[in-house]
Every structure is written in C-alpha cells, then in structure tokens.
C-alpha cells in the first residue's frame, strides 16, 4: 500500500540558510499535517492542512511556513535556520476531518511519513 | 497544566509474556486516542484509534482501553516478541486538543528479550 512519502530524507544546512521540506500524502488524503521531534522528544505539532487551507497552527516559528498544493502535496519552508532546528520534521496525513467546516469530530488516523533529518550545522 | 504521561522508564518483559503500556493525561478531553510504534530515527507507525464512547479495541495481538473518567489507556501486546521491541506513543486528539492536531505523550520504550 501507498505510503506517506517525503523528501529529502536528509538535510544539512548552515545557520541562516533556508530549507525546503517536500511531503506527499497517502493518494485521496485530503489533510497534511506537520510535526517537529527533537533528539529524545515526543512529535510537536506544527501546522496542518485540510483542502488546501490551513485548518490548524500549533508551536511553528515565524521563520517557518508552510502550503499545500491542488495535488495535496504540501512544502514546509524555513528560513533563518537556527542550530536549535535541527531535528526530525514529519509529515502525516489522514482522510478529511476539520471539525469547523464539517461541524462535527472527525476521527482521524494519522499516517506518517518516513521523516526528513535537517541537520543545521 | 495540560499532561501526558507514559512510564517514562523502559519496560522489560520476556517473549511470550503481556506487556501493558499505561497513557495517563490531565486537563484534557480527548475525542480519541491513538497509539503508535516508533523504532529509532523512523516516522511513528499508527496501530490502533479508539474513541471517548468506545471502552476497548482489539487488532490481532493488540487491546486497548479507554477509561474516560480516570483519564487513562491502557495498551496490551500479548503473546510478545523481540520484534514488539520498540517505543510507543500515545496520542490524543479532538476538539479539546486543538482541532486536528495530536498531543503525543513522552513514549514508553519496550524491550522485550528472548
């Protein structure tokens, strides 16, 4: 079965650089969401997509943005890099659910992705 | 405060037995609960969802409960093996969370030895 792809699968940057992160969702997977996990840490939620519209923010840095596409594939950009952003950056993605649009709780499995190392040196 | 809590220290089982992981949060009101697998430097790996009304899950070698009102799951893995040997995160989601986004909890480090 299909799977959550991203890429690169490794990165490393100066500080002050910027930094593209690719993520394509399981195919007819609507939503995209981003997580950062430090060394030894849990995944932090940063931002997610549902339809190509940004349906929640979580912890992400201003120096961080991110957008998803007509084809629901979705690129996390970072700027500025800092030594502290160095990590491991997931992307998931699941089958609808944004509570506002439809009104109602969305039980959505989340499926991950293989997860892009930045290294920022 | 808002709080996950896994056992913080690895669990040690031998093959064969059951291993019983326990999720504990605080201030929260989950619509669901998640549980994944994640092995070192890998992307967590979705196993089982259960929802606020719905007590128990089971899939194959997994069950897990969710007991709203001591605001705990509790996931099993009978019959274990040293390829169940693994980190594993609860995860909670729904409106109290914040929409769409999962709140992991620290993660409980399973070893299990032949």
């Known amino acids: 079965a299909a799977g959550v792809i991203q890429s690169p699968r490794h990165l490393i940057k100066e500080k002050r650089e910027t930094a593209t992160l690719k993520c394509y969702p399981i195919?007819?997977?609507?939503?995209v969401y981003w997580y950062q996990q430090g060394p030894g840490q849990d995944p932090q939620f940063l931002i997610s997509f549902y339809e190509k519209m940004q349906s929640d923010k979580g912890s992400i840095p201003d120096r961080f943005s991110a957008q998803q596409f007509s084809d629901y594939h979705s690129e996390l950009n970072m700027s500025s890099l800092e030594l502290g952003d160095s990590a491991l950056y997931f992307c998931?993605?699941?089958?609808?659910?944004?509570?506002?649009?439809?009104?109602?709780?969305?039980?959505?499995?989340?499926?991950f992705g293989p997860g892009t190392r930045l290294t920022v040196l | 405060s808002q709080k996950i809590e896994q056992n913080s220290e690895a669990l040690n089982i031998q093959e064969g037995k059951t291993a019983t992981l326990t999720c504990n949060y605080t201030?929260?009101?989950?619509?669901?609960l998640q549980w994944y697998r994640q092995d070192p430097g890998r992307g967590p790996v979705f196993l089982l969802l259960?929802?606020?009304?719905?007590k128990e899950k089971r899939k194959e070698r997994l069950k897990v409960t969710f007991d709203t009102t001591l605001k705990q799951s509790l996931f099993h893995i009978t019959a274990s093996q040293p390829a169940d040997s693994a980190t594993y995160l609860c995860?909670?989601?729904?409106?109290?969370?914040?929409?769409?986004?999962?709140?992991f909890g620290t993660g409980t480090r399973l070893l299990v030895s032949p």
């Open positions: 998931a993605s699941s089958l609808g659910g944004d509570y506002s649009i439809s009104g109602g709780r969305g039980y959505n499995e989340q499926f």
């Open positions: 995860a909670l989601g729904g409106e109290n969370t914040g929409f769409q986004k999962l709140v």
């Open positions: 195919p007819r997977h609507d939503t």
């Open positions: 201030n929260y009101s989950p619509a669901y």
């Open positions: 259960i929802r606020e009304n719905e």
